[in-house]
């Protein structure tokens, strides 16, 4: 059996005089990694100082969400959606433009899909 790969990362980067947080998507999530990571994303954004955050979100290597994950991806987005003003994904699936697409709807702030890396980090820089 092959290594299968999959999870969230968070930190935060800074890009010229902006700091976002940054979040990894990789492979096929699951309930265990948003128990895992919600605790930290929780913490991270309690500790921000800015009331809003400007977040850039690499989906390159996203391939789905288990049922259970996807409505936990779901509860995420409601509980944080009015924390940021600004979400930049990173992706080179169609199915991840349209995933894009609906979570504008539980994002207070602007939420924009990109397949190049550079013009989303410029779209936050703006």
Not at 44 to 64: I, P, R
Not at 67 to 96: C, E, P, S, T, Y
């Amino acid at each position: 059996m092959g290594i299968q790969r999959h999870g969230l990362s968070i930190g935060i980067d800074r890009v010229n005089n902006d700091f976002f947080l940054t979040l990894k998507a990789t492979g096929k999530l699951t309930h265990q990694d948003y128990e895992t990571i919600s605790p930290m994303i929780d913490s991270a954004l309690a500790e921000l100082k800015q009331a809003k955050v400007k977040a850039f979100v690499d989906a390159s290597e996203l391939e789905g969400w288990e049922l259970r994950a996807a409505w936990d991806d779901f509860k995420l987005g409601l509980k944080h959606g009015n924390h940021f003003v600004k979400i930049a994904i990173i992706g080179n699936k169609q199915w991840q433009a349209l995933a894009a697409k609906v979570g504008r709807w539980f994002v207070s702030g602007e939420v924009e899909f990109f397949e190049d890396e550079n013009a989303a980090l410029q779209w936050l820089s703006e």
